[in-house]
């Protein structure tokens, strides 16, 4: 057993119904500032019901604690990757490039999640910044400014100014496209958007909304027009261009209907075994949900979290199937969707089944690539 690999030891944890190694990747929220408003965004939208308190949007981590929680987690034993955002964008961070060189000095995979803008696109190169996630949500300047509307000047010109930097110095990051109201109508021009910038995956999402942002959700007239026509279209156009995307993934969370955006009971979790998230305050996740919570780093350090009984409790649960409701908007989806095929390769769909509740008799997740690249 000890010849496998980090992520596959994860797997053989879930199998076994015990975590037999620290997770491989953790999430660590660096900042709750933003740049901008998106109005899908559950804590900076224009539409939020309450909104934020500027109390708490001035909330970021110092260096030294994002390096104390590195070397905890790296302890465990099988820590190789780092994906730095935040509540609001990383890149407003002050200390920023210091804390990405932090992760990539400790030989670790970085993943930044940005809208790009406040970005220095040659201190990323520099730093060699190993991908980035950039939120995108448009391929239009009208829907840009749509889906941001605190952008008012120009924010489309110095996104696709430092697009282009990327693309001249052959680094191929990923593209997310968010889909809501203003922008399901692009889906096949925001895979033309990919190509031009030779992105190394557009990531479509649908947009999980709450707390007032449901007023740019998709209408049932979209969702009809999104599954019969756009993602059929956009999936013949990636095919084409050779674009990279999870459109099949996508068409899942269509698929899902009312305000759920993943159909979590047919894939399983697997967070709990191969990743945590870390809020600002210091808040410990199970996954990106925040109603998962472990426990505080102000309380108890890393490496005793992963193995304590809260944990323990919340891995138990979704091994039966017994999820949240807000896990029907799940944020991992797309991890999930991958490690389910992984583990039914290893160990078979019946096994599968039993390790996320549900009866041997259920469906299988297709296990073959779509035509979208997945």
């Avoid at 696109?121 to 605190?150: M, T």
């Avoid at 894939?267 to 996954?287: A, E």
């Avoid at 991958?338 to 390769?345: A, D, M, T, V, Y």
Wanted: proline share 4%.
């Amino acid at each position: 057993m000890t010849s496998l690999g980090p992520s596959s030891l994860g797997l053989v944890g879930l199998e076994a119904g015990m975590p037999l190694v620290g997770p491989s990747s953790i999430h660590i929220d660096v900042t709750n500032s933003c740049n901008t408003n998106c109005v899908t965004c559950w804590d900076h939208s224009p539409h939020l019901a309450e909104p934020r308190s500027a109390a708490w949007k001035k909330q970021q981590v110092d260096l030294a604690r994002v390096e104390e929680l590195l070397d905890d987690a790296g302890s465990l034993g099988a820590l190789q990757a780092v994906v730095i955002s935040g509540m609001g964008d990383p890149f407003v961070h002050p200390q920023v490039y210091e804390l990405l060189d932090a992760v990539k000095s400790r030989g670790l995979h970085l993943t930044v999640i940005t809208n790009l803008i406040p970005a220095d696109p040659e201190r990323v190169i520099a730093l060699d910044v190993d991908q980035l996630l950039i939120g995108i949500h448009a391929a239009s300047e009208e829907a840009y400014r749509a889906f941001h509307p605190s952008f008012r000047s120009d924010e489309w010109t110095r996104l696709h100014r430092a697009l282009e930097r990327f693309h001249a110095a052959g680094r191929r990051y990923k593209h997310v496209q968010v889909i809501c109201g203003h922008n399901a109508h692009e889906l096949v021009d925001m895979v033309r958007l990919g190509q031009r910038y030779d992105a190394a995956r557009v990531n479509f999402k649908l947009a999980g909304l709450k707390a007032g942002t449901e007023a740019v959700r998709i209408s049932p007239e979209q969702r009809r027009e999104l599954i019969e026509v756009l993602v059929p279209a956009a999936q013949d156009e990636a095919l084409k261009l050779g674009v990279t995307t999870n459109l099949d993934v996508f068409e899942r969370q269509l698929s899902a209907g009312g305000e759920a955006t993943a159909p979590i009971s047919e894939i399983g979790c697997f967070m709990g075994y191969v990743y945590s998230r870390i809020l600002v305050d210091g808040t410990v996740l199970y996954c990106c949900n925040t109603e998962v919570e472990i426990g505080s780093l102000q309380e108890a350090r890393f490496h005793e979290l992963w193995r304590g009984e809260r944990w323990e409790a919340w891995r138990a649960r979704f091994r039966k199937g017994d999820y949240l409701e807000s896990c029907n908007q799940c944020g991992k989806i797309n991890e999930n969707v991958k490690l389910s095929r992984r583990f039914e390769r290893r160990f078979g769909t019946e096994r599968l089944h039993q390790v996320t509740g549900r009866e041997a008799a259920g469906r299988a997740l297709p296990l073959a690539p779509s035509r979208s690249g997945s």
